[in-house]
């Protein structure tokens, strides 16, 4: 059951669905929440993982805090979360921002990584092809966060205005640092996706241990819009998270695994 934790001095939401195998955290969109698509991606795994998830501070149910929003605050309060409640090395999933941070974490501190999905995440700014100029709050959003925030309704606006203008000149990944991710990463997104082709697979072809998939007719949202390719996908990938061994190989000829 979910519930409020105190992660080093403040309170986020914590999600954990009970089970003895190894350790999934799912990571959630910008502006999102677990609950956003927790219900897609704990069935098709949660006989197989123990599964973790968190509202990442200034989303869903955990309040806001200063500089939450920015990646380097976000990737720190990954890094304790795995430290002090997964307490173990755990596959990550993470849907867009998810991913990035997910990418972070694997920098950073590897150790606590034993593999990636990385879904519609990009490792700069420059990748989207939204100019992310526009904060609009609907009815229903502003219902909703009314509901389950513990920070004033008008912070909603607030934080899409914050998050905008981060989105504008974060994140900026180095491609020596992806380069150094040395668990397997598989990058995913549509083939509509609002994070441009070329940049999608600069990050995939980065990765030493990388492998792609570009879902046919899905946008950004593909995690709701084939759900059932995207699990398959996921489920082939963490089955085996060995090196493959392609019949014909071209991208993956200099670092085949000997």
């Known amino acids: 059951m979910p ?3 105190d992660l080093r001095g403040h309170q986020i939401y914590n999600y954990e ?5 190894e350790a999934l955290v799912l990571l959630h969109g910008g502006l999102s929440k677990t609950s956003s698509w927790d219900y897609l991606m704990v069935p098709p795994f949660e006989d197989q993982f ?11 149910f955990t309040g806001d805090r200063a500089g939450s929003l920015h990646f380097e605050f976000q990737a720190q309060e990954a890094i304790a979360y795995l430290e002090d409640v997964v307490k173990e090395p755990a596959h990550l999933i993470g849907y867009s921002d ?9 920098i950073k501190r590897p150790e606590l990584v034993k593999s990636i999905v990385a879904i519609g995440a990009n490792f700069h700014y420059s990748a989207p092809l939204s100019d992310f100029s526009e904060a609009f709050v609907s009815e229903e959003d ?11 309704p008008h912070t ?3 934080k899409i205005v914050r998050m905008n203008q981060i989105w504008k000149t974060e994140p900026d990944i180095a491609i020596d640092d992806l380069a150094s991710i040395q668990c397997p990463v598989l990058v995913m997104a549509g ?3 609002v994070i441009k082709h070329e940049h999608t697979i600069a990050l995939y072809e980065a990765l030493p241990l990388g492998q792609l998939a570009i879902l046919p007719g899905t946008s950004h949202g593909l995690v709701k819009e084939k759900p059932a390719l995207m699990v398959a996908i996921i489920s082939q990938f963490l089955e085996d998270l060995t090196y493959p061994v392609t ?4 991208r993956r000829t200099n670092n085949q695994q000997v």
């Open 247 to 250: 019949r014909q190989p071209i």
């Open 98 to 106: 998810g991913g990035i941070i997910a990418l972070l974490v694997a």
């Open 142 to 152: 502003q219902a909703e966060y009314n509901l389950i925030s513990p920070d004033a």
């Open 191 to 193: 083939d509509d996706d």
């Open 3 to 5: 519930a409020y934790i």
């Open 156 to 158: 909603l606006l607030e």
């Open 50 to 60: 123990h599964i973790f998830a968190y509202d990442r501070a200034g989303h869903g």
């Open 17 to 21: 669905w009970d089970q003895d195998g």
